[in-house]
C-alpha cells in the first residue's frame, strides 16, 4: 500500500479485491455468506500492514489527519471513530490533574461532566441566559473573566459553541481572556464542523479563534458515518503526549476501518467542495424566505425573526419557537411526524430542532417550509407556554465518587424535595440534548423537581429519573 494513498476507501476495495486471506479480527473474515444484510464487510478489516494505526498514526490515517488540520486551519488534528464523547473526556484529562479546578458552561454535553467527575475536579459553572423560548444564549468574554476572577487557579475554561441549537460564543474574546490566565479553552464544537465552510460560520471559528482544543463531531453536520469526529490542538499550552495518552484510554484499540473511510471520503468533499457551501446557504435563505408568513410558529433567525442576543448563530439549525403556538415543541414534532413524515432532530416544551447540512435538497427544505406555514394555520398566538427558560442552579455537595455511589436508592416526591436535601445520585438529562439539570452531588430541591416534572409532563425524554 503506498503511503501517500488518500483515499482510505479506495485503498480498502483495492486491498478486498487482492485476494489476501485474512488471518486475522474481524471474525466475519470480511465475508457475508451468513446474512442478508447489506453490511460493509468487505472492507472491514483491521490494522494490518499498510493500513496504519489510528493510534500511532504514520502512513495513510496520518495522511488523513493532516488532511483534517489544513482543512481546518489546525495544528494538529486528530481523526475519533468514537465520537466528540471520547475527544472531550480525553481534552479535559489532558489539561487537568485530580482534583484541579475548572471552569465550565452550564450547558455542556454530559461528556464533559463525566470527564470531570472522572478527575473529581472542582467545577465552577457559568450558567448562560437563556431567551424566552428556552434557548442558551452565548457565553460571554465577560463572564468568563468573571468566573477566572473567582477562581484564578482553574486549569481550563469548557464551552459549547455552537450548542446543539446553534447558538455562536465569541470565542476569540473568551480565547483571549483565558491566555491572560494562564487557562487552557477547550470548545465543544461538537456541532459545528461545517461552520468553517459557510459564510455565517466565519465568525466565532473556535480553531481560528484561538481555542487550545477544539472537538467536532464530523457526523453531526457533514457527510460522515455517525460516531466520526475530529479533535484539533493549538498552541503550547496542551501537551499532545498527553492528549493521545488519554485518546488511549477512552478510544477502542480497534477502530474501524469503514468509520475511518468515511472520514477520508468526507474530507475528500470538503477539499473539493466547489459550490456546495454557497448553495446550502441559498436553500436556507430561500427557506427563510418561504416562512416569512408564520404567525405563531417562529424559526430562530430566520423570516425576520431576531433579537435573541446570540453572539452568532448557525442558520443551519432550524429552531421552530413554539412558545407562543399553543402547542409545545414534542407536539409540533408528533405533527410533522404523523402528518407529513419528517422527523426532527430533537423537542423541547417550548421548541423543537430540525437540523440540515449540505447534503439538505430544495425538497426538504420546501417540504418543511410548506408543512409549518400549513401547521401554523391551524394555531393562535397565544401566551407564553408556562415553562421556566432558566436552567435550575442546582446546590452541589462536595462528594468523591466512592461516596456518591454509596449514596442510597430513596423514592424522591416533590415533598421531599422540598426540603432541600435530596442528593442525586445520577445524572438527570433531557435526551437528546444530553444537557444536564441535575448532576450527581447536586441537590433536588423543589425548582428542580418541578424542571424535570414539567419536561416530563411535555413528553420528553429524561434520563436518570
Ligand atoms: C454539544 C455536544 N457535545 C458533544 C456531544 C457528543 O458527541 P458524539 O455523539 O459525537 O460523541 C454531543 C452529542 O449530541 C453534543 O450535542
Redesign the pocket.
Given at each position: 500500500m503506498k503511503e501517500d494513498n488518500t483515499r482510505l476507501y479506495a485503498a480498502l476495495e483495492e486491498y478486498s479485491r487482492t485476494g489476501a486471506y485474512p488471518f486475522h479480527m474481524p471474525g466475519h473474515k470480511r465475508t457475508s455468506w451468513w446474512t442478508d444484510a447489506r453490511l460493509p464487510y468487505g472492507i472491514d478489516i483491521t490494522e494490518i500492514t499498510g493500513f496504519d494505526d489510528l493510534h500511532h498514526p504514520c502512513g495513510i490515517i496520518r495522511g488523513c489527519m493532516e488532511r483534517a488540520a489544513a482543512l481546518y486551519g489546525s495544528e494538529s488534528s486528530y481523526i475519533?471513530v468514537?465520537?466528540?464523547?471520547?475527544?472531550?473526556l480525553a481534552a479535559v484529562s489532558s489539561v487537568v490533574h485530580r482534583g484541579d479546578s475548572v471552569i465550565a458552561a452550564r450547558n455542556?454535553?454530559k461528556?464533559?461532566y463525566n470527564a470531570c467527575a472522572l478527575s473529581e475536579l472542582n467545577v465552577r459553572y457559568i450558567y448562560p441566559d437563556a431567551d424566552p423560548v428556552g434557548v442558551c444564549k452565548s457565553i460571554t468574554p465577560e463572564s468568563v473573566c468573571a468566573a477566572l476572577s473567582e477562581c484564578p487557579s482553574a486549569k481550563a475554561v469548557i464551552v459549547?459553541s455552537p450548542?446543539?441549537e446553534g447558538v455562536i460564543s465569541d470565542i476569540k474574546g473568551i480565547a483571549a481572556v483565558c491566555r491572560s490566565c494562564g487557562a487552557a479553552l477547550i470548545v465543544?464544537a461538537?456541532?459545528g464542523a461545517h461552520l468553517p465552510f459557510c459564510t455565517f460560520g466565519e465568525i466565532g471559528d473556535p480553531v481560528r479563534g484561538g481555542a487550545d482544543i477544539v472537538?467536532e463531531?464530523l457526523?453531526?453536520t457533514l457527510p460522515a458515518l455517525?460516531?466520526?469526529?475530529v479533535a484539533h490542538i493549538n498552541g503550547g499550552l496542551v501537551s499532545r503526549e498527553r492528549f493521545e495518552k488519554y485518546l488511549g484510554v477512552f478510544e477502542t484499540s480497534s477502530p474501524s476501518y469503514v468509520l475511518l473511510a468515511s472520514v477520508g471520503e468526507c474530507l475528500a468533499f470538503l477539499e473539493n467542495r466547489g459550490s456546495a457551501f454557497e448553495e446550502y446557504e441559498k436553500r436556507l435563505g430561500e427557506f427563510s424566505e418561504r416562512i416569512g408568513g408564520l404567525r405563531s410558529l417562529r424559526v430562530l433567525c430566520h423570516g425576520g425573526d431576531g433579537g435573541h442576543g446570540f453572539f452568532s448563530f448557525d442558520k443551519g439549525k432550524l429552531v421552530i419557537s413554539t412558545a407562543r403556538a399553543g402547542i409545545t415543541g414534542v407536539e409540533l414534532a408528533r405533527r410533522l411526524r404523523g402528518e407529513y413524515s419528517l422527523e426532527l432532530e430533537m423537542s423541547y416544551p417550548t421548541y423543537a430542532l430540525a437540523m440540515t447540512s449540505v447534503c439538505d435538497g430544495e425538497d426538504a427544505f420546501v417540504r418543511l417550509a410548506d408543512a409549518l406555514l400549513e401547521i401554523d394555520k391551524t394555531l393562535a398566538p397565544s401566551e407564553p407556554i408556562p415553562f421556566p427558560p432558566q436552567l435550575p442552579r442546582p446546590k452541589c455537595v462536595r462528594m468523591t465518587n466512592a461516596e456518591l455511589d454509596a449514596l442510597p436508592d430513596t423514592e424522591l416526591t416533590r415533598s421531599i424535595a422540598a426540603k432541600g436535601r435530596y442528593i442525586s445520585r445520577r445524572c438527570i438529562y433531557a435526551y437528546?440534548?444530553?444537557?444536564p439539570v441535575v448532576l450527581p452531588g447536586e441537590i433536588i430541591g423543589a425548582e428542580e423537581f418541578d424542571y424535570i416534572e414539567a419536561l416530563r409532563r411535555s413528553g420528553v425524554r429524561v434520563e436518570g429519573v
Open positions: 475519533l468514537n465520537g466528540s464523547t471520547c475527544g472531550i455542556c454535553h461528556a464533559v459549547t450548542t446543539y465543544d461538537a456541532h472537538i463531531s457526523h453531526k455517525t460516531q466520526t469526529a437528546p440534548p444530553g444537557i
